[in-house]
C-alpha cells in the first residue's frame, strides 16, 4: 500500500496529540483535526479525493498559525506526489488571500519537485505583497535557486541592485536568506550577494530633499 513520504519526522498522531493537550478552541481543533483525517486518507488510499484537498487547503489558510503550520505541512506532502496539491498551492498563491499566500510560500521546501517549486518561487517573487515576495526570496535561499533572485524586487529597483564577489557581514544591506541559504549561496564562503546601489539612493534622496525645501 502507497504511503505518502512525510516530509519531518511528526506523524498525524503526533499532531493530534498536540492539538488536543494544547488547542482550547474546539472549532479551530476541528479544523485541524479535519485536514489530518483527509491527510490519513489520501495516505491510505493513494489517491486524493476533493473532499480531502479541500479539507487541508482550508486548515493551510486558516489565519490560526497552528493551525496553518499543520495544514500547510500537510499540503507540502500531498503536493510532493500528487498533481492536485500542486494545482492546490497554485490556485492560493494566484488568487488566494495575503496571509494564506505567506503561509504557503513559508512553507516551500526541497521535498518538491525541483520544476515545480521553481514555478511557485517565481509566482511568490511577482507577488503584490512585499511579505510573500520575501518569503519567496528565503525559498530561493532554502532551495539554491540563485537564478531566481533577481525576481524579487521590482524592475525599477534592478538598475540599482548590483553582484558583489565580497563576503557579506552584519551590517551590509545583503538579501535575507544570506544567513539561511543551506548551499552557502550568499554567504560568506561563496562570496554571491546583492546589494542595494547606496549612491544611487543617496543621490534619489537628495534630489528629494532640494525639492521639499523649494518655495
Same mark, same amino acid.
Do not use: N
Given at each position: 500500500m502507497f504511503?505518502?513520504?512525510?516530509?519531518?519526522? %511528526? #506523524?498525524? &498522531?503526533?499532531?493530534?496529540?498536540?492539538l488536543t493537550r494544547c488547542v482550547r478552541e474546539p472549532e479551530k481543533r476541528r479544523l485541524a483535526l479535519a485536514?489530518?483525517?483527509?491527510?490519513?486518507?489520501?495516505?491510505?488510499l493513494g489517491k486524493v479525493h476533493p473532499d480531502d484537498l479541500a479539507a487541508i487547503t482550508e486548515a493551510a489558510c486558516s489565519r490560526y498559525k497552528p493551525v496553518s503550520v499543520i495544514g500547510t505541512d500537510l499540503l507540502m506532502r500531498v503536493a510532493g506526489k500528487y498533481p492536485e496539491g500542486q494545482e492546490a498551492i497554485?490556485?492560493?498563491?494566484?488568487?488566494?488571500?495575503?496571509?494564506?499566500?505567506?503561509?504557503?510560500?513559508?512553507? %516551500? #521546501?526541497? &521535498?518538491l519537485p525541483r520544476a515545480f517549486a521553481k514555478a511557485i518561487i517565481r509566482m511568490a517573487l511577482r507577488d503584490r505583497g512585499s511579505r510573500v515576495r520575501d518569503q519567496g526570496a528565503l525559498a530561493c535561499?532554502?532551495?539554491?535557486?540563485?537564478?531566481?533572485?533577481?525576481?524579487?524586487?521590482?524592475?525599477?529597483?534592478?538598475?540599482?541592485i548590483k553582484m558583489s564577489k565580497t563576503p557579506c557581514d552584519s551590517s551590509s544591506p545583503c538579501f535575507a536568506m544570506a544567513t539561511c541559504c543551506p548551499t552557502g549561496m550568499a554567504s560568506r564562503n561563496s562570496g554571491f550577494r546583492l546589494q542595494a546601489d547606496t549612491a544611487a539612493r543617496r543621490s534619489r534622496n537628495k534630489r528629494s530633499m532640494k525639492a521639499s525645501c523649494q518655495p
Open positions: 504511503v505518502i513520504r512525510p516530509r519531518s519526522s %511528526i #506523524t498525524t &498522531d503526533q499532531y493530534r496529540d498536540w485536514a489530518l483525517d483527509a491527510f490519513d486518507r489520501v495516505s491510505g497554485r490556485r492560493i498563491l494566484e488568487s488566494g488571500p495575503a496571509t494564506a499566500r505567506f503561509q504557503v510560500t513559508d512553507a %516551500i #521546501t526541497g &521535498d535561499g532554502r532551495l539554491g535557486l540563485k537564478e531566481c533572485y533577481r525576481l524579487w524586487r521590482p524592475v525599477w529597483m534592478l538598475s540599482e
